[in-house]
């Protein structure tokens, strides 16, 4: 049987692999035209290096994350690199997911991506998918909701996150140079969170 | 799409080994790394590294040689080099007086370098960086991640280059660079957008009687488009727009550069470059040394840029000192 983090990761894996070319079809319009195939390449070496031995879930996470900054490149790569190297940082020696480890983890991606991108929430970037669906999941569980309904509220506002993408003007990125051109285009950064978070989801429901 | 290559993902480990091939008294590669280094190995100064996304040759693997870079990074096709493979540059090159990094000013470019530094200085090197941002197309504020790094890095490469052969220290060295980025601005057009081989497609489509103003150097679309007009009408607009930074004035020295997006003949190079002399000599703007030619690419794409870098003693010095590098030689 492969671990579970295995598993998830493998999930999160198909799911970019299978919308590569609509990311960076994203990308293209707003960018460079390379987000889905970047993030294709480092899930590719992703699957490569961890094993469906491994049960530490930070031990997974951690190689996950050196693998996307080795591989993926561009922005993504040390902006997702850090986010699943902080998120390990907190899961070290732990077999199980709690729905409190996964608020801890949400927060300290967040805080990694923050410190590394110098971005804030409203810049048209990852973090206006990821940023919402922490708070909705922490709002959710601390509600007294199971994990599965507190992820998929944070699932539908990565996505309402992903939506607003198209209503800002771009500040951080290459989509920044486009300035007002930017709107009516919604971030590939953010809509790469929102997929990586549905598999996520896709996975905690046996899908 | 048509493009001579093999297969979209070993265009850079094919092209890296083929400079190789093409230019060995020159440069070396890093056994198992997207890393060119001076083929003779690390030397008793400052080294440079230096580095971003491939497609944009001859830079920055054709600058790596006497007077120039020490190291270059290739990340893929328009993507910043991964934080391990610009370390092993850095490793590969520090020759104990320290390395200075010449970034461009691209998120991703900025992030990766920072990273690779921390790594090096964590090693005991001691590492610096500058940021290179000479596009006037980009608006300078706040609200953007701020002008990108274009072909004005040549210059940073030249004379940062000059300054640490002529064995300057890494904070000399670096003052040198800064100096060179403050002074430096320039902006790009494009008649037609590249095509990134693992995207298959243009970055941007242009009517056939269109142009793109103010493009990056990835493909990305500029700041607006416009109906074509001659050249001496487009290079007024590229000069008007750099001049317009109010830094450049009667009575300055400067050097120019005309530079090929990749897809451009030299010919259309040298008609732009006819009336750029012809525009800054009616505003006594003196050039003091020009290059015209293909040195900060994009691909394929149909284009230039123009690159003006207003000179002092100091900085003339060192841009017209030696240099032999694969794509840059001047005695």
Same mark, same amino acid.
């Given at each position: 049987?492969?671990?579970?983090?295995?598993?998830?990761?493998?999930?999160?894996?198909?799911?970019? #692999?299978?919308?590569?070319?609509?990311?960076?079809?994203?990308?293209?319009?707003?960018?460079?035209?390379?987000?889905?195939?970047?993030?294709?390449?480092?899930?590719?070496?992703? #699957?490569?290096?961890?094993?469906?031995?491994?049960?530490?879930?930070?031990?997974?996470?951690?190689? &996950?994350? #050196?693998?996307?900054?080795?591989?993926?490149?561009?922005?993504?790569?040390?902006?997702?690199?850090?986010?699943?190297?902080?998120?390990?940082?907190?899961?070290?020696?732990?077999?199980?997911?709690?729905?409190?480890?996964?608020?801890?983890?949400?927060?300290?991606?967040?805080?990694?991506?923050?410190?590394?991108?110098?971005?804030?929430?409203?810049?048209?970037?990852?973090?206006?998918?990821?940023?919402?669906?922490?708070?909705?999941?922490?709002?959710?569980?601390?509600?007294?909701?199971?994990?599965?309904?507190?992820?998929?509220?944070?699932?539908?506002?990565?996505?309402?996150?992903?939506?607003?993408?198209?209503?800002?003007?771009?500040?951080?990125?290459?989509?920044?140079?486009?300035?007002?051109?930017?709107?009516?285009?919604?971030?590939?950064?953010?809509?790469?969170? &929102?997929?990586?978070?549905?598999?996520?989801?896709?996975? #905690?429901?046996?899908? | 799409?048509?493009?001579?290559?093999?297969?979209?993902?070993?265009?850079?480990?094919?092209?890296?080994?083929?400079?190789?091939?093409?230019?060995?008294?020159?440069?070396?590669?890093?056994?198992?790394?997207?890393?060119? +280094?001076?083929?003779?190995?690390?030397?008793?100064?400052?080294?440079?590294?230096?580095?971003?996304?491939?497609?944009?040759?001859?830079?920055?693997?054709?600058?790596?040689?006497?007077?120039?870079?020490?190291?270059?990074?290739?990340?893929? +096709?328009?993507?910043?080099?991964?934080?391990?493979?610009?370390?092993?540059?850095?490793?590969?090159?520090?020759?104990?007086?320290?390395?200075?990094?010449?970034?461009?000013?691209?998120?991703?470019?900025?992030?990766?370098?920072?990273?690779?530094?921390?790594?090096?200085?964590?090693?005991?090197?001691?590492?610096?960086?500058?940021?290179?941002?000479?596009?006037?197309?980009?608006?300078?504020?706040?609200?953007?991640?701020?002008?990108?790094?274009?072909?004005?890095?040549?210059?940073?490469?030249?004379?940062?280059?000059?300054?640490?052969?002529?064995?300057?220290?890494?904070?000399? +060295?670096?003052?040198?660079?800064?100096?060179?980025?403050?002074?430096?601005?320039?902006?790009?057009?494009?008649?037609?957008?590249?095509?990134?081989?693992?995207?298959?497609?243009?970055?941007?489509?242009?009517?056939?009687?269109?142009?793109?103003?103010?493009?990056?150097?990835?493909?990305?679309?500029?700041?607006?488009?416009?109906?074509?007009?001659?050249?001496?009408?487009?290079?007024?607009?590229?000069?008007?727009?750099?001049?317009?930074?109010?830094?450049?004035?009667?009575?300055?020295?400067?050097?120019?550069?005309?530079?090929?997006?990749?897809?451009?003949?030299?010919?259309?190079?040298?008609?732009?470059?006819?009336?750029?002399?012809?525009?800054?000599?009616?505003?006594?703007?003196?050039?003091?040394?020009?290059?015209?030619?293909?040195?900060?690419?994009?691909?394929?794409?149909?284009?230039?840029?123009?690159?003006?870098?207003?000179?002092?003693?100091?900085?003339?010095?060192?841009?017209?000192?030696?240099?032999?590098?694969?794509?840059?030689?001047?005695?």
């Amino acid at each position: 049987m492969p671990s579970k983090i295995y598993e998830c990761i493998s999930k999160i894996s198909e799911s970019i #692999m299978a919308n590569k070319d609509y990311l960076t079809e994203l990308d293209r319009e707003i960018g460079d035209s390379d987000h889905g195939i970047n993030m294709a390449r480092g899930f590719q070496a992703v #699957m490569e290096k961890i094993s469906p031995d491994d049960s530490d879930i930070g031990v997974a996470l951690k190689k &996950a994350g #050196m693998t996307l900054l080795s591989k993926v490149g561009g922005a993504s790569g040390p902006l997702y690199g850090t986010a699943y190297m902080e998120a390990g940082k907190i899961m070290i020696g732990k077999t199980e997911l709690l729905p409190e480890d996964m608020k801890a983890i949400f927060e300290a991606a967040i805080s990694g991506i923050q410190k590394r991108g110098h971005a804030v929430r409203g810049e048209k970037t990852m973090l206006d998918a990821i940023i919402p669906a922490s708070e909705a999941y922490s709002a959710k569980i601390s509600e007294g909701s199971d994990m599965i309904s507190a992820f998929e509220a944070a699932c539908s506002s990565a996505r309402e996150g992903v939506e607003y993408t198209k209503t800002i003007i771009a500040t951080k990125g290459r989509a920044s140079y486009l300035g007002e051109r930017s709107i009516g285009h919604q971030d590939p950064g953010a809509t790469s969170a &929102a997929l990586t978070l549905e598999a996520i989801r896709d996975y #905690m429901k046996g899908k | 799409m048509k493009k001579l290559i093999n297969s979209v993902d070993n265009i850079v480990d094919e092209m890296l080994d083929g400079m190789t091939a093409a230019f060995p008294q020159y440069v070396k590669r890093l056994e198992g790394f997207n890393v060119l +280094v001076r083929a003779k190995g690390p030397s008793d100064k400052v080294a440079l590294v230096s580095g971003g996304g491939s497609g944009h040759e001859p830079s920055h693997g054709g600058f790596v040689g006497r007077g120039m870079l020490d190291g270059a990074v290739a990340g893929e +096709v328009f993507t910043s080099p991964t934080p391990d493979q610009i370390y092993e540059a850095v490793k590969a090159v520090n020759g104990g007086k320290g390395v200075l990094l010449i970034i461009k000013n691209y998120t991703g470019d900025v992030m990766n370098f920072e990273m690779a530094e921390d790594m090096a200085s964590d090693d005991g090197i001691t590492v610096s960086h500058v940021i290179v941002a000479d596009d006037v197309a980009v608006e300078n504020s706040t609200w953007t991640t701020g002008r990108r790094g274009i072909a004005g890095t040549v210059f940073v490469h030249k004379i940062a280059g000059a300054a640490a052969e002529a064995g300057l220290t890494l904070s000399e +060295v670096k003052r040198v660079a800064e100096k060179v980025i403050s002074n430096v601005r320039s902006m790009g057009m494009a008649v037609n957008a590249c095509t990134v081989p693992a995207a298959g497609k243009p970055g941007f489509e242009l009517e056939d009687d269109e142009i793109e103003i103010g493009i990056g150097i990835h493909g990305e679309p500029g700041t607006h488009r416009e109906k074509i007009s001659d050249v001496n009408n487009i290079t007024d607009k590229l000069i008007d727009k750099i001049l317009a930074e109010g830094i450049y004035s009667s009575g300055d020295e400067i050097a120019l550069m005309i530079n090929g997006m990749g897809g451009t003949p030299l010919m259309e190079l040298f008609i732009a470059n006819k009336h750029a002399h012809e525009v800054l000599d009616g505003k006594g703007i003196k050039i003091a040394k020009t290059y015209v030619g293909n040195y900060m690419t994009s691909l394929d794409m149909e284009g230039f840029s123009v690159t003006l870098l207003k000179l002092d003693d100091e900085l003339k010095k060192f841009l017209n000192a030696p240099a032999d590098t694969p794509a840059f030689v001047q005695f």
